[in-house]
């Protein structure tokens, strides 16, 4: 079952262009079993990564309201933390152009491939009827000034 989170807009076209960087190794993986990769989203190399903004966690108490102090810098900092070692992603980019930070990131010394896609063709690749899928882009914001609601950080497609 597919489920898609409209908090944060999708891109105009369900067939817009979608990128995929990855390494050789996920990349026969993927043409030989079929399947995409989905990572743990505390393993990534961003210690950022599914995290809130420090603005949106000072924000937590008024956006809690009546709320104790334990629940809310004891608690929820667990569930945080919790939440990251649940949750797994697969990552695309949606630019016309390539990206030096994505070579960076998902590939190994930069050395790797593209895949291109779109949102429409993954969506319809998605076979498994057992496990429930969130599709929504990631929204990268200032860590120390941003704010987004706790609900739009998971991103998983």
């Known amino acids: ?3 898609q989170f409209r ?4 891109p105009e076209t ?11 190794d996920r990349l026969s993986d993927l043409l030989e079993n079929r399947s995409l990769y ?7 190399k ?3 990564e599914g995290t809130m903004s420090r603005s949106t966690l000072l924000q937590r108490p008024s956006f809690f309201e009546g709320a104790t102090d334990h629940w809310i810098y004891e608690t929820m900092p667990l569930i945080d933390g919790q939440t990251r070692k649940c949750v797994y ?4 980019h949606n630019s016309e152009s390539e990206s030096l930070q994505m070579w960076e990131n998902y590939t190994i010394k930069n050395k790797g491939v593209m895949i291109k896609s779109s949102l429409n063709k ?3 690749s998605i076979i498994d009827t057992q496990t429930e899928f969130l599709i929504n882009p990631v929204q990268y914001i200032n860590y120390e ?3 987004i609601l706790s609900v739009g950080m998971v991103n998983c497609a």
């Open 14 to 24: 369900i067939d817009a262009p979608l990128s995929r960087y990855t390494s050789f």
């Open 145 to 147: 000034k941003g704010h």
């Open 89 to 92: 992603v697969n990552c695309w």
């Open 38 to 44: 989905f990572r743990r989203a505390d393993l990534y």
């Open 1 to 3: 079952m597919i489920k």
């Open 46 to 48: 961003d210690s950022l």
């Open 7 to 10: 908090l944060i807009s999708l």
């Open 122 to 124: 993954i969506r319809m």
